[in-house]
C-alpha cells in the first residue's frame, strides 16, 4: 500500500489483502452484480449458495450443531443439566420436516425452536424433547419470521402428531396450499 498526501514523504507498507465477503440476494446491499465492474472484478470466485431442501441434509445440520447453553445455564440451572437434553432422531426429523415442507427461509428459526424446546422440556423436569414442546415454542420463535397462516399450519401439522390419528404421508394433507412435487 502507498499512502501520498501532499506535502509529505510517501510512505509504503507491505501488506497482502484477502477480502471475504457474504452478500444476500434479496437484501441491501444486493448480489455482486450490483456492485461496481471494478470492484467486482476483484473477486476471484462467487459461490452461490441455496437453502438446504432435503430433510437428511438439515436433520444433519441440527445433529452437527454445536449447541452450548453455557449462557443461560445458569438461568435455568435449576430446571436441570443442559447437557443431558436428548433429541431423539424423530423429534429431529419434525424439525427437519417444518424447515423444508413450510419453507421456512432461516436455519437459524430450526436451531432457535431447536434451543427452546430444549429449554420447555427442562422446565417441564424432562430431559427428552417431545412433540409438544415444539407446539410451545413455535409462535414465538416463527412470529417474527412466518406469517400467521404458516405458524397456524404448522401447529395443525404439530398437533396431527400428537393425536392419535394415524400419521399423514404428505405435508399437503395440513396446509391449505397443495403442494405438486412433480413440478418443484
Avoid at 430446571?79 to 431423539?88: A, L
Avoid at 429431529?92 to 431447536?114: H, K, P, T, W
Wanted: glycine share 4%; proline share 4%.
Amino acid at each position: 500500500i502507498q499512502i501520498e498526501e501532499t506535502g509529505l514523504p510517501t510512505a509504503e507498507l507491505p501488506l497482502e489483502v484477502t477480502v471475504w465477503a457474504a452478500s444476500n440476494p434479496d437484501e441491501d446491499p444486493g448480489p455482486l452484480t450490483q456492485v461496481r465492474k471494478q470492484l467486482a472484478d476483484r473477486f476471484d470466485l462467487v459461490v452461490n449458495m441455496g437453502r438446504p431442501n432435503e430433510y437428511d441434509i438439515v436433520t444433519q445440520i441440527l445433529k452437527q450443531r454445536n449447541v452450548s447453553f453455557s449462557d443461560v445455564k445458569s438461568t435455568f440451572q435449576v430446571c436441570g443439566n443442559f447437557d443431558n437434553i436428548v433429541f431423539s432422531d424423530a423429534i429431529r426429523n419434525i424439525f427437519s420436516s417444518i424447515y423444508v415442507d413450510f419453507g421456512l427461509e432461516s436455519l437459524r428459526a430450526v436451531e432457535s425452536m431447536e434451543t427452546a424446546a430444549g429449554i420447555t422440556a427442562l422446565m417441564a423436569g424432562r430431559n427428552d424433547v417431545a412433540v409438544a414442546d415444539i407446539s410451545a415454542v413455535v409462535p414465538l420463535v416463527l412470529n417474527h419470521r412466518a406469517d400467521t397462516s404458516t405458524i397456524a399450519n404448522i401447529l395443525k401439522y404439530l398437533d396431527s402428531l400428537n393425536s392419535a390419528a394415524p400419521k399423514a404421508e404428505k405435508l399437503s394433507e395440513y396446509t391449505d396450499i397443495q403442494v405438486d412435487k412433480e413440478k418443484s
